[in-house]
């Protein structure tokens, strides 16, 4: 790890080895201390994910000589900007071809990165692993609708666009619960306010239970600008929950129009609006499109079959 972060105190809790290289991600002698580490220890794959990490790995690999295998959650145009973006891209470019194999979470993903020096093969996809939820109460529908999301308050999230269609919806029976916390909360709050939609749309804040989020809602909504993969639109399908989402990203190979969910026509307020007024109204659909959802989520994102699919991938990238 390179650094004491909260994932390397729960691995240490749970019996695993962890090493901390270093607290500074500018710290570059972990280069040369990471690849020690490897040669000593006779570790035969290198695993890293996001900018920094991947990285350091890359160039441990160089140094070690142990394939480097890294993957990918998103489209890192919308994760950073300015001379982070900059940096990463250089990155990709000075040091992939040190990559022996990419995973990606969804085929979008995949899409975006074959081309050039990435040939088709290099990357897998193997969408992510999803835990059942056991024990979620049934909630009984009140005088208003509850749409819920859950995501970290940023700009991609599309948030402002859910807002925005609330405005649309003000004489609607429906209101709406956004659980995360980022940067953009504050934005989001004075649109809010602006748009005089205090009784319409709470921003509630973290939440680690998620039992407790799908049993405060009636309809899930995700209306990212972008989306890697869509964790929090899987938990929804394995709690049963009808759902909207927009035509972003990875959303439309998980979410079937009509089939397991509703796909806005477009990422506008006007189209989420629209999407919103079909379930509201129609509670024979929901049904039917939740426990659709369910069944393909119970199907396709299971955590035992991710675990045997990457594992898979690890193998065949270390020979």
């Known amino acids: 790890s390179l650094g004491d972060y909260e994932l390397a105190e729960s691995l240490k809790k749970e019996g695993f080895k962890v090493i901390v290289v270093s607290f500074k991600w500018y710290y570059y002698f972990s280069i040369f201390k990471l690849s020690k580490i490897i040669k000593d220890n006779g570790y035969q794959l290198i695993v890293s994910q996001v900018m920094v990490a991947n990285f350091y790995a890359r160039l441990a690999s160089l140094f070690s000589g142990v394939p480097s295998l890294v993957v990918i959650h998103s489209d890192h145009k919308y994760d950073y900007e300015g001379i982070k973006l900059l940096i990463y891209r250089l990155a990709e470019l000075v040091f992939g071809w040190q990559t022996k194999k990419y995973i990606t979470v969804s085929n979008h993903l995949k899409s975006k990165m074959v081309g050039g020096w990435i040939r088709p093969e290099k990357v897998s996809v193997v969408y992510n692993g999803v835990e059942d939820f056991k024990n979620i109460k049934e909630r009984k529908i009140g005088k208003k609708i509850v749409l819920g999301s859950a995501g970290r308050l940023h700009f991609t999230k599309g948030y402002h666009n859910l807002i925005e269609a609330m405005y649309l919806l003000r004489q609607e029976p429906v209101v709406v619960k956004i659980w995360g916390e980022g940067e953009e909360r504050k934005s989001l709050e004075v649109l809010i306010k602006k748009l005089g939609l205090a009784e319409k749309v709470e921003l509630v804040g973290h939440e680690k239970d998620l039992t407790k989020i799908y049993e405060e809602i009636d309809i899930y909504i995700q209306p990212s600008l972008s989306e890697g993969f869509g964790i929090a639109v899987v938990e929804a399908m394995l709690a049963q929950k009808p759902i ?47 426990e659709s959802a369910r069944k393909e989520a119970l199907k396709k994102y299971q955590s035992k079959k991710w675990a045997e699919e990457i594992l898979k991938v690890f193998m065949e990238t270390a020979k």
Not at 255 to 275: L, R
């Open 244 to 290: 909207i989402v927009t035509p972003s990203g990875s959303l439309t190979e998980i979410i079937k129009d009509g089939q397991t969910g509703v796909v806005t026509e477009g990422n506008n307020p006007e189209s989420i609006a629209a999407a919103i007024k079909t379930l509201i109204f129609d509670k024979k659909l929901c049904q039917r499109l939740s």
